[in-house]
């Protein structure tokens, strides 16, 4: 005991121990989320859908001889004493793709390994598509990833580490994708890991392009393909970003493109070796290499002239935290919440905003919908003449879209927050959060992160097509587990959020016309989102406003005849309004079940029935 509160005083009174041991949990917790999620049904998946019989992959060879389009795809792939088995079968990897217009480009960074060299020098022999420049000092992985890169001549670049695999399928899908999308020159696919028995597990099935994400993480990393003309004309990888020249890279080329031409493949077309001493089993586990992606992250918002500070994500410290800056003076905001006959509701919200809210410039519209309970009412008075509150009468039947927008146009603030009155206010910078996000020219609705009272997670952001229109992301999990890749705790983009808690800049809710009154409870928010999104705006949510959702106490659950009969009329309104867009959520991924937000894999059944509706 006593050599155990020795250890424990050691790791807390020295900072660089105590950032390592929260990695490693932070990593782990990942780790086991992750597994938990995806491994139990990966192998049954990986059989029945990611494994190519001979007959399929010549079939692909020939409509690879059919594509319109044709390019040289250049495999970039800097060396540096790999164990040479697992360089050989990584080379083998690429030699045994069905596509063959690729060049492999090999830089050996003098490894001293003479087992390296000699492996190379067997495969330049044997195929000559193969390039290789031995160089003659040891440099560094972005030196070295410079000098492949010199070797390339074709219309496409191909990140690829010496230790991976690629799938044999790899290149012919990227090439597909160029010829379906001829405007891409940034491509990415989904990815997963194969340990030394050769077993793959931890796939990560990405979102579509989403730059708040690759703020925090990089999203893109393998396999990443570009244009080779835009890395060459950006300078290629920069030294100085060692451990992060991919997410450097990325975010560079990500500043001179326009979000058409960045493409996600959501196929798994690159396998991560995860062995000892192997990224892919420690992630980013060097405070070094943290440092480099805050910094390549930090650059990149000065660059696209984004007032920022970035540091590590607090829940997932191999991961970033970007603080957008406020201007001076902060926008007023309104914080409209409607309610009725729920005094203490009431009192825990607006108390609650007013004792917890560090944010300067606010004021709180309460809209009452016809309350009788003498507390609230003798509550809704005292409240009367406060500064910065106002309060609205309204005795219409219910209808959530119709109040909040009628107390909108009689509020006065630059950003509206929609707030409702079973919220508690537990972070002091929630707003701030909010409205540094939601002030971006290019966002539209910010959602925040709801808690349950017992801790579990109520609102994680909204996923498209969830049980036939909209769910929650990541529903019921516990505070403390980072999600499906960290997503539960890193800022993202999110095709919609919920309007319990949804901040807005004015000019944004009226240029869409606000809440559409023809749906009185269900999907209002799904709808705003929807619109806003196809206004041209990008919602987001974040983790980093913190609140406690007392969800259904003020209105009770959908548990009647006349409540469920309303709730199917608003689902059907949903689904013809948007039909197929209730299909794909770009903000989630093909290969991930519909049926909850939890980021399980689409079982087979599923999968059939979505090949039959296609």
Known sequence: MKIGRQIGELVQSTPGMRWLVGTLRATLRERRAVRRVADGSYADWVRRHDTPPAAAIRRHRAESAAFPRQPTISVIMPVFNPRPSILDAAIRS??????????????DDASTDPGVRDTLARHVAADQRIKLHLRDACGNISAASNTALGLATGDYVALFDHDDLLPPLALHWVVDAINRHPEARLLFSDEDKVDGRGRRFDPHFKSDFNHLLLLAQNMVSHLGV???????????????????????????????????????IPRILYHWRAIRGSTALV?????????????????????????AT????????????????????????SIVICTRDHEQLLRTAVGSIRSRTD??????????????????LAYLDSLRGQPG??????????????LNNTAVRQSLGEVVCLLN?????????????????????????????????????????????????????HPRIERGQPGYFSRAVLQQELSAVTGACLAVRRAVYDEVGGLDEQIAVAFNDVDLCLRIRAAGYRNAWTPFAELIHHESASRG??????????????????????????????????NLSMRAGDFTLVAPRERSALRRAA
Request: with cysteine; net charge negative; proline share 8%.
């Open 94 to 107: 690429v030699r045994q793709q069905s596509y063959p217009h690729w060049e492999l480009c090999i830089a």
């Open 226 to 264: 570009y244009r080779r003309d835009l890395v060459t004309t950006l300078g290629g990888f920069r030294e100085g970003f060692e451990g992060a020249q991919d997410h450097d890279l990325a975010l560079r080329c990500v500043a001179a493109l326009s979000r058409e031409e960045i493409v996600h």
């Open 283 to 307: 992630p980013e586990s060097k405070p070094a290499t943290v440092d480099a992606a805050r910094r390549a992250v930090a650059e990149h918002l000065r660059s696209i002239d984004a007032g």
């Open 310 to 333: 970035v540091e590590p994500a607090p829940e997932s410290p191999t991961h970033l935290r970007v603080r957008f800056s406020l201007p001076a003076p902060a926008p007023l905001v």
């Open 359 to 376: 944010y300067p410039r606010y004021e709180i519209v309460v809209l009452d919908n016809g309350s009788r309970d003498a507390g609230t």
């Open 389 to 402: 509150i106002t309060v609205l009468r309204d005795d219409s039947p219910f209808n959530y879209s119709r």
């Open 421 to 473: 009155d079973d919220i508690e206010v537990l972070s002091p910078g929630w707003l701030r959060e909010l409205v540094s996000l939601a002030i971006r020219p290019e966002t539209g609705a910010v959602g925040a992160r709801l808690w349950y009272p017992d801790g579990t997670l109520q609102h994680g952001g909204v996923i498209i097509g969830i049980g036939g229109v909209a769910g929650h992301a």
């Open 557 to 590: 659950y959908e548990d009647t005849p006349e409540k469920l009969a309303r709730f199917q009329r608003e689902v059907r309104f949903m689904q013809d309004r948007w039909g197929a867009v209730l299909d794909g959520d770009p903000c989630y991924n093909p």
